[in-house]
């Protein structure tokens, strides 16, 4: 009995002694609560997916990967509120924000802490432009984004009366902005250019206005929920118009606030990752959870896996390392493709077309 008391001692001394698994920790950064909490969600379903499959596969220079989930809200104080959260777990990544007004105040805190940041969703051209060293996006532009919305509206709504709305953020107004200056370098001035405040539930007075100049076509560059009410609540006044709008509608959230409105509504975003033959064994994993990879959930994904790559690349976890094989190597093989950066940390290629949304409450790629 002495015998296997001692011999289960020992074991148990060697199991206490054995050292942990080695972590490195990484971070996702997004909008969970508020009205694009949605997005935040997709974020969220994208980065854990790829931590999941990495640390199957072995994890990253021998260490599994650990992921911190935090809600920004889409608020700028909040997110700064956040990046300093990621520097006290002494994160290797970021793999956020969604809002650009949430990723440009963030990007000043990890760049100054030695942090990279990968946005899967940020496309206000100033993330990158004053960006620096570890500031990446896997997304595209909105002054690529609003140069073929300007184009496309003036091609094909030739002879109606166009509004231009916008909700005063960094991403809205920034998308609208670069809208506009395409649409007037096509030949076509807008009957109106406005902003509405986001985050109310009746914009009547906005669509009167509208409803009063003849309106045909409402562009916005804003977020899914103030857009699906805005078209509800002019459908519902009796308007004849088409919603076109950004990337920011890419989520089902959108149809279900706008309801039949809602049908015809087009919208500019990157190729649909979902068709990628890279992606095809990453969408199976989503569908057979019953999960569709939609919106920026596999542009998430991409974030990480890329980020894994340029490690491995560099044989280092050191953010200032993986941020210079990410700029000096590729192209990187992802759910979304092949995937290179510029000196600016934007990525190389890539492009936007339009999407219809149906009368079935799905988006499809024109």
């Not at 088409?242 to 279900?256: C, I, P």
């Not at 690349?313 to 759910?335: E, R």
Request: with cysteine; charged share 20%; hydrophobic share 40%.
């Amino acid at each position: 009995m002495l015998k296997k008391s001692l011999l289960g001692a020992a074991i148990m001394a060697g199991w206490l002694s054995l050292p942990a698994m080695a972590q490195v920790q990484i971070g996702v950064a997004g909008p969970l609560t508020g009205s694009n909490a949605a997005a935040g969600d997709q974020m969220k379903t994208g980065a854990t997916q790829a931590v999941a499959d990495l640390n199957k596969a072995g994890g990253i220079l021998g260490k599994q990967i650990q992921l911190t989930v935090s809600d920004d809200a889409c608020d700028p104080k909040q997110a700064v509120s956040v990046a300093n959260q990621m520097v006290e777990k002494k994160v290797a990544l970021v793999a956020g924000h969604y809002c650009s007004g949430s990723s440009i105040p963030a990007s000043k805190v990890y760049l100054e802490e030695g942090i990279l940041e990968i946005s899967p969703a940020s496309t206000n051209p100033k993330f990158t432009d004053e960006g620096g060293w570890g500031t990446f996006r896997v997304c595209g532009r909105d002054d690529q984004q609003g140069k073929v919305a300007g184009e496309y509206l003036a091609k094909h709504f030739k002879g109606q009366k166009i509004a231009i709305l916008n909700d005063n953020s960094a991403y809205g107004k920034g998308l609208a902005d670069e809208t506009k200056k395409s649409l007037n370098a096509a030949g076509v001035k807008e009957a109106t250019f406005d902003a509405y405040t986001p985050g109310e539930k009746d914009y009547s007075a906005v669509v009167s206005r509208m409803k009063q100049l003849g309106i045909g076509v409402i562009y916005i560059g804003g977020y899914y929920t103030e857009a699906a009410l805005i078209i509800r609540q002019a459908k519902e006044q009796g308007m004849k118009v088409t919603l076109v709008s950004g990337d920011a509608l890419v989520t089902k959230e959108f149809f279900q606030i706008a309801g039949p409105a809602g049908v015809g509504t087009l919208m500019t975003f990157s190729p649909d990752p979902r068709r990628n033959a890279t992606a095809a064994k990453v969408v199976k994993e989503f569908t057979d959870k019953k999960i569709d990879p939609e919106g920026y959930v596999l542009y998430t994904y991409a974030a990480i896996q890329i980020w894994a790559e340029a490690a491995k690349k560099a044989a280092s976890l050191d953010p200032k390392k993986v941020a210079a094989a990410l700029k000096a190597s590729g192209p990187w093989q992802s759910v979304l493709g092949a995937v290179s950066f510029d000196k600016k940390g934007d990525v190389t290629g890539g492009g936007y077309v339009m999407y219809i949304w149906d009368a079935d409450g799905n988006y499809k790629q024109m």
